[in-house]
């Protein structure tokens, strides 16, 4: 039997939504993972420290009893964003980051930041703070080709931004191109990247695989199969520049079963386990630890977590959805399906 001992792992970039839905998925994450970056991109948004801390409480409140989770927490960047009291929900250890989401790139973005130049105050004193500005990197303009978003903003937006304000620490979430992947590279030290299962699992032949498939439909949207061997080079390569990023972004299914379905994979119950199988896949499981346990905290200037976990070649199946009381199901990454390593 194949086994895989690890410190706990973290998911530094999770959406855990609100109410009913929050407290079906946060189970999920919390007996997986020690902490996770929290998205902020709740109706309405986290704007501020106070709704951060507000949010948090609740958060732990849905954490199923006898387990350890803790929530790190990030404010939701807007053209008016106060830049005090940004820096100050940082030195109060209540924000862990800065999210930022350009407007009308993807879920609950139509508050994001319109303009760079909007936001320059707030980017200057996290600058000077030391506190990380997470980035959803896609241009929003309707005449890009929605396959290009990340490529054109790394070119037109990004470069620039890492040029104006050097000392800044900067996460490429999510990153699903091979233009993502240099452009970490080429700021190691002070910038790093997510990569969620369902970009290093697929390329976008499968969101057409035998009719159109709702539930792998995410943004940044999955790409061409060249960018997947980036991706799973990245990952893989245990330089620590790439760590584990799952964008758990839980939907009801009539939202994504329908004619315009939202976009997001809720990957939270089985994120582990298909990480686990791309790094088998790739001969590299003996720099999974890396990925998973120790480059997130390295990078957020973190402990490690101290326990460590066993998880084990055994297939075993995946339930279809998950009940949200009242509301309706989700389903998860593999519902209906067989995963390959489960945890001892
Ligand atoms: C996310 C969501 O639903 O909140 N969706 C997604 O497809 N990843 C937002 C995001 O991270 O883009
Ligand atoms: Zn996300």
Known sequence: MTRLTFHRPDDWHVHFRDGDPMRAVVPFTARAFGRAIVMPNLTPPVTTTALAAAYRERILAAVPEGVTFTPLMTAYLTDGSDPADIVAGHADGVLTAVKLYPAHATTNSQFGVTSIAAVRPVLAAMEKAGMPLLIHGEVTRAEVDVFDREARFVEEVLLPLLADFPGLKVVLEHVTTAEGVAVVKAHAGRMAGTITPQHLLYDRNALFKGGIRPHLY???????????????????AGDGLFFLGTDTAPHLKHTKETACGCAGVFSAPTAIEAYLSVFEEEGALDRFEIFASLAGPAFYGLPVNPERVTWEKRSRPVAEAIE???????VPLFGGETVAWSPV
Do not use: Q
């Open 324 to 330: 949200v009381p009242g509301a309706g199901e989700i």
């Open 218 to 236: 995410c943004l940044p949207i999955l790409k061409r199969s060249t960018h997947k061997l980036a991706l799973r080079a990245a990952a893989t």
